[in-house]
T-cell receptor, first 112, second 116 residues
C-alpha cells in the first residue's frame, strides 16, 4: 500500500524567512496530494492541494510543488509569520476504495 | 453551516468503562473517518465508512467499533476502555468522488479522551 514519509519532524524559522516541508510517497498511481495545517487544540484544516496533472500550485504565500518522477512533493511558505506556527501534514491518495494516507507531521515554529 | 461536529469535546474514563463518541456532518458527505492522534504518531486511521450502513477497518481498529446508521452520523465505540486508548480522536468526512482518497477531508475539532 501507499507509504508517505514527511520531513523534517520539527522546523524553526525566523519571521520573514521561508519554510519548506517535504514528503515522499511510494505508489506511482497516487494522483492527489493535500496539505493540512493543525493549530493547537483544533482539527487539521486543508490549506492547499495539488493533483498529478500539474507541477505547482500557489495561493498567496503558500505553494506546493510535485515531482511525479521522483515521487515527492513539497510545501513552501514564504514570508513566514508567527501565525504560521502549527503542525503541518501532507497526504497522498491511494488505489482502490481506501482513504488518504497521511505523513506524520511537521511542527513549524516561527520565531518573532 | 457547522461542518463536522464531535461530541463530547473532553472525557475521562476509568479502565473497563465503555463510551461512544459521536460525529455529525451537515455537508451531505458520503465518506466518513475516525482517526486517533498521539504525540509523534501523526494521524492513524481507526475505521472508516464509504456510505450509510457500511464500515471498514483502518490501520488501528482493535478495541474500537463503529456504526453508520445514518449518512450524517458516524459513531465510534469503546467497549472496554484501556489506558492505551488515551488519545485525541478526530472525525472527518469527504465528498463522494470515485474513491475516498481523491477529495479533501474535513475534520472536526477532536475529542480528548483520558483513560485512567
Amino acid at each position: 500500500g501507499e507509504n508517505v514519509e514527511q520531513h523534517p519532524s520539527t522546523l524553526s524559522v525566523q519571521e520573514g524567512d521561508s519554510a519548506v516541508i517535504k514528503c515522499t510517497y511510494s505508489d506511482s498511481a497516487s494522483n492527489y496530494f493535500p496539505w493540512y495545517k493543525q493549530e493547537l487544540g483544533k482539527g487539521p484544516q486543508l490549506i492547499i492541494d495539488i493533483r498529478s496533472n500539474v507541477g505547482e500550485k500557489k495561493d498567496q504565500r503558500i505553494a506546493v510543488t510535485l515531482n511525479k518522477t521522483a515521487k515527492h512533493f513539497s510545501l513552501h511558505i514564504t514570508e513566514t509569520q508567527p501565525e504560521d506556527s502549527a503542525v503541518y501534514f501532507c497526504a497522498a491518495s491511494t488505489r482502490g476504495n481506501t482513504p488518504l494516507v497521511f505523513g506524520k507531521g511537521t511542527r513549524l515554529s516561527v520565531i518573532a | 453551516n457547522a461542518g463536522v461536529t464531535q461530541t463530547p469535546k473532553f472525557r475521562v474514563l476509568k479502565t473497563g468503562q465503555s463510551m461512544t463518541l459521536l460525529c455529525a456532518q451537515d455537508m451531505n458527505h458520503e465518506y466518513m473517518y475516525w482517526y486517533r492522534q498521539d504525540p509523534g504518531m501523526g494521524l492513524r486511521l481507526i475505521h472508516y465508512s464509504v456510505g450509510e450502513g457500511t464500515t471498514a477497518k483502518g490501520e488501528v481498529p482493535d478495541g474500537y467499533n463503529v456504526s453508520r446508521l445514518k449518512k450524517q452520523n458516524f459513531l465510534l465505540g469503546l467497549e472496554s476502555a484501556a489506558p492505551s486508548q488515551t488519545s485525541v480522536y478526530f472525525c472527518a468526512s469527504s465528498e463522494l468522488s470515485g474513491t475516498p482518497s481523491n477529495q479533501p477531508q474535513h475534520f472536526g475539532d477532536g475529542t480528548r479522551l483520558s483513560i485512567l
